[in-house]
């Protein structure tokens, strides 16, 4: 079977913060139109570094690409800004469940879809798009945001971001601090998002089992490192992960 044409690549990036620290060592991979890959390791392995680096929010952090280059869609994005790339179609939905706690539910999603100028037609359609995808925020569209919990918060956070109309949506650590029926939840919801209408998933995840359910390849980072790859459920099903988290005897980076 091939693999479908590459629309992100990144290719060999070495990233530093504040020019002393080294987070990212020659790290690569792709991602083709429709794909979900996940991006594992453990706390501190280089996955936030990534994501970051892909979106050029490295600079918010005093942080820099040393090397190396990312492409989205064919276009080198060294020259443009989060803004633009997320009008291109690459948004991230950053760790921590970042809303808008004073606004209501309804209005931070809203927020998500003025970027793209839309009619008031057109915003009513795509928040009922949302709710179609997340019925509780339906319950919850006049709560305050800051007041729901935190599973409702993420659902927020990722509704905001596909109210752009996302190509790719990167996700970092989308089920820390979560439940695991309210992460089931979330993942369920992406993974119909990805099948129903091609969205293209990179998530950065703790919990690899959990995310190897719904993806079809896996990148494994470790010390900033890549040092596995391959598919998500053989990757998982061969106990590589385990040795890789627990640092089991004999085990050695692999790719494949």
């Given at each position: 079977?091939?693999?479908?044409?590459?629309?992100?690549?990144?290719?060999?990036?070495?990233a530093?913060?504040g020019?002393?620290?080294?987070?990212?060592?020659?790290?690569?991979?792709?991602?083709?139109?429709?794909?979900?890959?996940?991006?594992?390791?453990?706390?501190?392995?280089?996955?936030?570094?990534?994501?970051?680096?892909?979106?050029?929010?490295?600079?918010?952090?005093?942080?820099?690409?040393?090397?190396?280059?990312?492409?989205?869609?064919?276009?080198?994005?060294?020259?443009?800004?989060?803004?633009?790339?997320?009008?291109?179609?690459?948004?991230?939905?950053?760790?921590?469940?970042?809303?808008?706690?004073?606004?209501?539910?309804e209005?931070?999603?809203?927020?998500?879809?003025?970027?793209?100028?839309?009619?008031?037609?057109?915003?009513?359609?795509?928040?009922?798009?949302?709710?179609?995808?997340?019925?509780?925020?339906?319950?919850?569209?006049?709560?305050?945001?800051?007041?729901?919990?935190?599973?409702?918060?993420?659902?927020?956070?990722?509704?905001?971001?596909?109210?752009?109309?996302?190509?790719?949506?990167?996700?970092?650590?989308?089920?820390?601090?979560?439940?695991?029926?309210?992460?089931a939840?979330?993942?369920?919801?992406?993974?119909?998002?990805?099948?129903?209408?091609?969205?293209?998933?990179?998530?950065?995840?703790?919990?690899?089992?959990?995310?190897?359910?719904?993806?079809?390849?896996?990148?494994?980072?470790e010390?900033?490192?890549?040092?596995?790859?391959?598919?998500?459920?053989?990757?998982?099903?061969?106990?590589?992960?385990?040795?890789?988290?627990?640092?089991?005897?004999?085990?050695?980076?692999?790719?494949?």
């Amino acid at each position: 079977m091939t693999a479908p044409a590459a629309f992100l690549e990144v290719d060999g990036i070495e990233a530093v913060y504040g020019n002393a620290i080294l987070a990212l060592r020659d790290v690569s991979l792709s991602l083709g139109a429709g794909e979900i890959v996940a991006l594992l390791g453990a706390n501190g392995a280089g996955k936030t570094t990534t994501l970051r680096a892909i979106s050029n929010l490295l600079g918010a952090q005093r942080g820099s690409l040393r090397r190396g280059h990312v492409r989205w869609q064919g276009e080198a994005t060294a020259r443009l800004d989060p803004a633009s790339l997320v009008r291109r179609g690459l948004v991230q939905v950053l760790e921590g469940r970042h809303v808008f706690g004073q606004l209501t539910v309804e209005t931070n999603l809203e927020i998500g879809g003025y970027l793209r100028r839309p009619s008031r037609a057109q915003l009513a359609r795509d928040l009922e798009r949302i709710y179609a995808w997340f019925p509780r925020l339906r319950e919850r569209r006049h709560t305050r945001a800051g007041l729901t919990s935190g599973g409702e918060q993420q659902m927020v956070a990722i509704g905001r971001a596909l109210m752009t109309r996302p190509k790719l949506l990167l996700l970092d650590e989308p089920s820390m601090g979560l439940a695991p029926r309210v992460v089931a939840e979330i993942f369920e919801s992406l993974a119909r998002l990805n099948r129903e209408e091609g969205l293209s998933l990179l998530i950065a995840e703790q919990s690899a089992h959990l995310v190897l359910e719904h993806a079809h390849r896996a990148v494994v980072l470790e010390n900033g490192r890549v040092v596995a790859t391959g598919n998500g459920r053989d990757l998982s099903a061969s106990g590589r992960l385990d040795a890789l988290y627990l640092g089991e005897p004999g085990a050695t980076p692999t790719r494949h």
